[in-house]
Every structure is written in C-alpha cells, then in structure tokens.
T-cell receptor, first 115, second 116 residues
C-alpha cells in the first residue's frame, strides 16, 4: 500500500523568502512521486515528477524537489516566493507496480505568500 | 490542443436523485481516471479505465457509484440515489496510458456536486 503525508496543512511565507513544503511517503515498491499545484478555481497542474532518474528534480516556476530514499521524503522547495505561488500544493505518489498508475494524494498544503 | 473537459461545472441536486457527470479526455489518451475531492477526505481515486481492459473500480465508495467509457473516449460517472456525503468536486484525468513508464495525468477543471 502507498501513502503520502504532508506535514503542514498551512505554510505562510513572505514574498522573496524561501519556500519549503514537506512530504513523506510510504510505498511498497519503487514509487513515482509528484507535486501538483491547485490555484483557486483552477484545475490541478503538475509541478514536477520523480520517476527513478535524478534525485533532484526541477519543475516549473522555479520549484524543485529532492527524493531522499533513506528519509522517505520528497520535500518541495523554491528559493524565493512570489505572490503568484499562493495556492494549494499536493504531494502525490504512484505505486510503480500496480499497473493502473492511479495517484494517491496527500492532504495538501496551503501556501500563503505575504507581501 | 484542448485539455480535459468536464460537464457540468456545477450541479446541485436533491438527496435521492441520480446524477451523471461527463468527462471528455484529451484526444489519443487511452487512460482515464476519476477522482473525488471533498473536505473531509481530501483527493481520492475512484475508478480507472485503460483502453479496452476491464476498469479498475477499486476506489468506488459504494454500489451507488458506477462509470462507463464509451468508444474508449468519453466517460460518464453516475451516482444513484445521491446522499449529502456525495457532495464534492469530481475530477477527471487522462493520460497516454501504458505501464512501461509514467505518463503525466492531465486534470479537468472538475464538477462541483452539491447534494441538498
């Protein structure tokens, strides 16, 4: 069975400061891991994905995440927050061996960016 | 090109009524997924279609829920005898499918269902 735990339901940062959204996963097999973003009244958008290639993954809008197998973590970071980054972020795992590739979502982290 | 589309965008219904939610996947995508996003449960998988294979229904919460995919394209999610706990946003996603490597799932805007 696979699961994802997002350690913070809300994160608030000031514009221009670093962003850290924490995620831990549990998976029986080699997982694929993703971060999705959901802006208000918009659909889910893929930020980045890890699929057993490089452990440091770069995504869109300056976000990146590092896969750490020893810590079962996949934290999302950005060096400098922008007002437009305010949204809900979901850490997601897809179990590599289930075949159907359905996604298991974390409970989400709402990022607020203060001016 | 066009993304995943869903209709209606909003649906308000009375408890006990049946509802149908529609999803038009991206052309050429063989895999189609339904998810539900609700306040108490977060985002959860409901059902998965891959080509002509039998669907994976393991996420459907009860036998009031069913889905079909006609001609390998459009999908309809049907909820019979709706209950207030069915109120949620129902999201559809599609991908190129296949199991040899991960293919990105593209999400539609969702249908917000409110059961009074």
């Amino acid at each position: 069975a696979q699961s994802v735990t997002q350690l913070d339901s809300h994160v608030s940062v000031s514009e221009g400061t670093p962003v850290l959204l924490r995620c831990n996963y549990s998976s029986s097999y080699s997982p694929s891991l993703f971060w999705y973003v959901q802006h208000p009244n918009k659909g889910l958008q893929l930020l980045l994905k890890y699929t057993s290639a490089a452990t440091l993954v770069k995504g869109i809008n300056g976000f990146e995440a590092e896969f750490k197998k020893s810590e079962t973590s996949f934290h999302l970071t950005k060096p400098s927050a922008h007002m437009s980054d305010a949204a809900e972020y979901f850490c997601v795992v897809s179990d590599g061996d289930t075949g159907r590739r359905a996604l298991t979502f974390g409970s989400g982290t709402r990022l607020q960016v203060q001016p | 090109g066009a993304g995943v589309s869903q209709s209606p965008s909003n649906k308000v219904t009375e408890k006990g009524k049946d509802v149908e939610l529609r999803c038009d996947p991206i052309s050429g995508h063989t895999a189609l997924y339904w998810y539900r996003q609700s306040l108490g449960q977060g985002l959860e998988f409901l059902i998965y279609f891959q080509g002509n294979s039998a669907p994976d229904k393991s996420g459907l919460p009860s036998d009031r829920f069913s889905a079909e995919r006609t001609g390998g394209s459009v999908s309809t999610l049907t909820i019979q005898r709706t209950q207030q706990e069915d109120s949620a946003v129902y999201l559809c996603a599609s991908s190129l499918g296949g199991i040899s490597s991960y293919n990105e799932q593209f999400f539609g805007p969702g249908t917000r269902l409110t059961v009074l």
